[in-house]
């Protein structure tokens, strides 16, 4: 997730509440009408321009929620060319057209390039066609050309409207029940390019598709001691580059906002030479298709080979990745992050009066807000207008801070060479004999406690450079405090943690276990031998109570007293103090792409409800968020309390849907711990008895699966750029309660702390205050965010009746502040 804004710019976006009657009626096609709705409204939804992964989430969340408002629903099929044509091109969309589409790739509606609406006659032929529907409320998803055009649509509307009705093709009343047209857009865009919203739809997915590729060339070029140069899309922005690089470990990056400075030829040669004399058997080298140098000249993945090439005599090979970055399935952020956008764009324009601007849908941090559309194009536009003049840090600090950021760190992580310092310090030759100390550097120590998750190399390799970078050596424990107490530790260097940002798992290697357990006086032993200034840990909620029993210990074990920072880092999302957690979103895709397998291996089976178990102990965030990714029909968690009842209507609800939809799968997914009584056995055994002979039932617990895999590029970005930040707190801390005899002596409870990611900013939240917002009995915070999203799981899965009120308050930010960006 990436920021693309300030928010001050452009405001908070408009918050609202608002409570829905939710016994609802059946509607036609099927969909559910709640009583006071809006039915008369049509809605008109269609994608522009170049198609990005998520259109088709966010396209079946319109249909869906304008369903369930009682509106009816038109697919505009190929854009703005569709609406020109008319016809069968503005077809009424029904609950089952948009069935199955979610997992799908690209727009199953269509997109095209327009040249007849950009003049008015076209316009004109467009607005009759609408008029003739009823329809005066628009969804388009698109780049900022296409939401330009419709803003411009809107504006054009009334004029439209008169001439139609000059020329006798329209009638009187017609041009007065059709007199306003609404807008609301949806940014779809992998390359990240529209201020106002931190990603647009695509962006994870195209991500996704390069890391992938990176992952895929770097087993070759090891084989060879290869360089490879590859060129992704970017041509005005080059956050797919940028980010792409940090989350591969890439030796260097060309793109548009930052071309390098001095002689980039002579200093990337250095650089190479440097890591091929450090043994480093690849180069990664990724290049924007924008890439300039200082003088606006291109440069491109062919230049850079023929570079490596001749002055380096390195075999060198170029990976043009072109298209793939659109292909494939979206990735579990797209699919929820379409689906919510969709959803709340339905409701932008239920809520739309003459005054209302056209608005786009933005996502801020975990939140979704609506935000005034030409002010987001005019800020889009103010960027190119920079580079077009050579203002290259005043365009990437129009980008946002988190832009400034990922470049930040990019740049510290891939320095020419490891700092001077930085040798290989003294350490025991055998873990059974005493420890020996190296050279009188500070020790920063660092290890993972809980069960592993992906994104924790990534944050241990971070740490680890940027450690050395500032002057600190630095200390792995291996297997959590069980390794610490047995001497099983290790300073680690620069070229250890080469290619660690790729990997799941923990190198480090981590134990499910607390502090007490191991004994808080044996841990305070070793702070004290191997002159501990400062810790941080990566890892679970055992992470956090860990940082919590020491803290509160403090006062009994004098050496205790440093800094300590935990980087929250499990798959569970159940961490107080922090929106996310390192790994969930891995473990997220992880999911959702199981879940899509299930559903594939029925295609020739009619009729069969899968009912799947996830992880996530009592919290039931993965349930949740893999249901809204792949579409299940229901997500039964132990924060929503359900009985027997709940889940027989829930059967009947599938037996409806499959009768009277045409739908052919279900889905039904259980959280591991949420309900002692109703297991994920006894849910398949009911649904199996109660839904025949209807559909038949299939049991899956997915286990460990949700651990594995390879980190996804938002899990290797966060963890590199949380151990950043956690690193620059402990520098700060250390250097501040230095005493005048160089000890390191902290007291205060904001000198343990967690580091975690609340909306859109990274904050530091002292242990001792999180523990009393804390179950630590059932491990999970007392409030959790994405409880919120809920009904809109339900709605999208066509529930006739949502059994609880439905609070449509996707927006959340009340207050100003000036806190950094996050990712």
Not at 97 to 121: H, M, N, P, W, Y
Not at 243 to 264: C, K, M, S
Not at 415 to 437: C, F, G, I, N, Y
Request: neutral net charge.
């Amino acid at each position: 997730m990436d920021v693309g804004d300030s928010p001050s710019k452009f405001g908070r976006g408009r918050s609202f509440s608002r409570k829905f009657s939710v016994m609802a009626e059946p509607g036609k096609e099927g969909q559910s009408v709640p009583s006071g709705s809006w039915s008369g409204n049509s809605i008109g939804v269609f994608t522009s321009g170049g198609d990005s992964q998520g259109m088709n989430a966010a396209v079946r969340a319109v249909v869906r929620m304008g369903f369930y408002l009682g509106c009816k629903v038109y697919f505009i099929k190929e854009g703005y060319q569709g609406m020109v044509d008319g016809g069968e091109n503005i077809a009424e969309a029904t609950w089952s057209s948009v069935s199955g589409i979610l997992q799908k790739g690209g727009t199953v509606i269509g997109s095209a390039r327009c040249k007849d609406f950009r003049e008015r006659r076209g316009r004109l032929i467009a607005a009759n066609n609408l008029v003739q529907r009823k329809i005066t409320n628009l969804v388009v998803i698109g780049g900022d050309g296409s939401l330009t055009g419709a803003n411009c649509f809107r504006q054009e509307w009334p004029s439209l409207l008169d001439e139609l009705l000059g020329e006798g093709k329209i009638t009187k009343e017609q041009r007065e029940a059709n007199k306003l047209l609404n807008i609301a857009g949806l940014v779809g865009s992998i390359d990240n390019d529209f201020c106002g919203t931190d990603m647009t739809i695509g962006t994870d997915s195209a991500l996704h598709r390069i890391i992938e590729a990176v992952d895929a060339i770097a087993t070759t070029a090891l084989s060879h001691q290869r360089a490879f140069v590859l060129e992704v899309m970017g041509r005005h922005c080059g956050y797919l580059a940028l980010v792409g690089a940090l989350a591969t470990e890439a030796d260097w990056v060309f793109i548009p906002e930052w071309p390098p400075e001095g002689d980039w030829r002579e200093t990337l040669c250095k650089k190479l030479a440097a890591e091929r004399h450090l043994g480093q058997r690849l180069n990664i080298i990724l290049v924007a298709e924008g890439a300039i140098d200082r003088d606006g000249k291109p440069i491109t993945a062919d230049d850079v080979k023929k570079l490596l090439c001749d002055d380096m005599k390195i075999d060198t090979r170029v990976t043009v990745l072109g298209h793939v970055q659109r292909g494939g399935s979206p990735s579990a952020f797209d699919r929820v992050l379409g689906s919510r956008m969709g959803a709340e764009a339905v409701l932008a324009l239920m809520d739309a009066t003459p005054e209302t601007p056209a608005c786009v849908i933005s996502i801020e941090g975990n939140s979704t807000v609506r935000v005034p559309l030409m002010e987001c194009v005019e800020r889009t536009q103010e960027v190119q207008a920079c580079m077009d003049k050579r203002c290259f840090e005043e365009a990437v600090r129009l980008r946002g801070k988190s832009f400034q950021n990922n470049l930040n760190v990019y740049r510290l992580l891939s320095k020419l060479r490891p700092p001077s310092l930085q040798h290989k310090p003294e350490a025991h030759e055998d873990k059974k004999k005493r420890w020996v100390h190296g050279p009188a550097h500070r020790v920063l120590a660092v290890m993972n406690i809980g069960a592993p998750a992906c994104g924790m190399n990534a944050a241990v390799r971070s740490f680890v450079r940027i450690s050395l970078t500032k002057g600190f050596k630095v200390l792995g424990i291996h297997e959590s405090f069980d390794g610490m107490v047995k001497g099983d530790v290790a300073f680690m260097n620069w070229s250890q943690v080469q290619g660690w940002a790729g990997k799941g798992g923990s190198f480090l290697g981590t134990k499910k276990q607390l502090a007490n357990d191991v004994g808080v006086g044996k841990i305070a032993l070793k702070f004290s031998e191997y002159k501990i200034v400062g810790m941080m840990i990566v890892g679970g909620f055992e992470a956090f109570h860990s940082a919590y029993q020491l803290a509160v210990e403090r006062e009994n074990y004098p050496s205790l007293n440093v800094p300590i920072v935990v980087v929250p880092c499990t798959i569970s999302n159940n961490i107080p103090g922090s929106d996310f957690s390192l790994g969930a979103d891995t473990a997220l895709n992880e999911i959702t792409d199981i879940c899509d397998r299930i559903k594939q291996s029925a295609t020739g089976t009619k009729r069969r409800v899968f009912v799947a178990e996830t992880m996530g102990g009592y919290c039931g965030y993965l349930a949740t968020l893999s249901g809204l990714a792949s579409g299940a029909d229901a997500a039964y968690i132990y924060e929503e309390k359900f009985n027997v009842l709940d889940l027989k209507q829930d059967v009947e609800h599938l037996k409806d849907k499959i009768q009277t939809a045409g739908v052919q799968r279900g889905l039904v997914l259980r959280n591991e711990q949420a309900n002692l009584n109703y297991t994920t056995d006894f849910i398949n055994r009911l649904f199996s008895e109660e839904g025949y002979p209807v559909f038949t039932t299939r049991m899956n617990v997915l286990g460990h699966m949700q651990q594995g895999g390879y980190p996804s590029p938002f899990d290797r970005n966060y963890g590199t750029k949380m151990a950043a930040k956690g690193v620059e707190w402990l520098a700060e801390m250390v250097e501040f309660y230095t005493d005048e005899k160089g000890r390191v002596y902290t007291g205060p409870e904001e000198t343990v702390v967690l580091l975690g990611m609340m909306k859109r900013h990274l904050t530091f939240s002292p242990v001792e205050e999180l523990a009393k917002i804390t179950d630590f009995d059932k491990r999970l915070p007392n409030d959790q965010w994405w409880l919120k999203l809920r009904p809109l799981l339900r709605i999208l899965a066509k529930h006739s009746v949502v059994s609880y009120e439905m609070e449509a308050q996707l927006v959340d930010i009340d207050e100003e502040d000036e806190e950094e960006d996050i990712i």
